[in-house]
Nanobody, 120 residues
Framework: QVHLVESGGGLVQAGGSLRLSCVVS????????MAWFRQAPGKEREYIAS????????YYLDSVKGRFAISKDNAKNTVYLQMNQLKPEDTAVYYC?????????????WGQGTQVTVSS
């Protein structure tokens, strides 16, 4: 069973930046495509970014494209999400997972997530 620990969230003003990290254990991280999701209050969890197993290919939800950057370090078993030009609508709990597609309810388990709050 994969264990996921997200960190790096916090309170930031609009226009600011944060870098989220997710350490993955219990699996062969280097073989995983990885994804980031987020869940805002009262909304469904949404798939916002993914990176291929070797880091060569990425995907972004339109609302974060050009502002967020996903990357992975196979030597550290860690996936990152660099978030720039943050907006209040980015406020959410952020989660990572090995990438099994965009449907959040297809995933068996989650980490505790990390809270990102963007003030206007």
């Amino acid at each position: 069973q994969v264990h996921l620990v997200e960190s790096g969230g916090g309170l930031v003003q609009a226009g600011g930046s944060l870098r989220l990290s997710c350490v993955v254990s219990g699996g062969t991280f280097s073989r995983y495509s990885m994804a980031w999701f987020r869940q805002a209050p009262g909304k469904e969890r949404e798939y916002i970014a993914s990176v291929s197993w070797d880091g060569s290919s990425t995907y972004y939800l339109d609302s974060v494209k050009g502002r967020f950057a996903i990357s992975k370090d196979n030597a550290k078993n860690t996936v990152y999400l660099q978030m720039n030009q943050l907006k209040p609508e980015d406020t959410a709990v952020y989660y990572c997972n090995p990438n099994y597609g965009t449907a959040w309810d297809a995933y068996d388990s989650w980490g505790q997530g990390t809270q990102v709050t963007v003030s206007s």
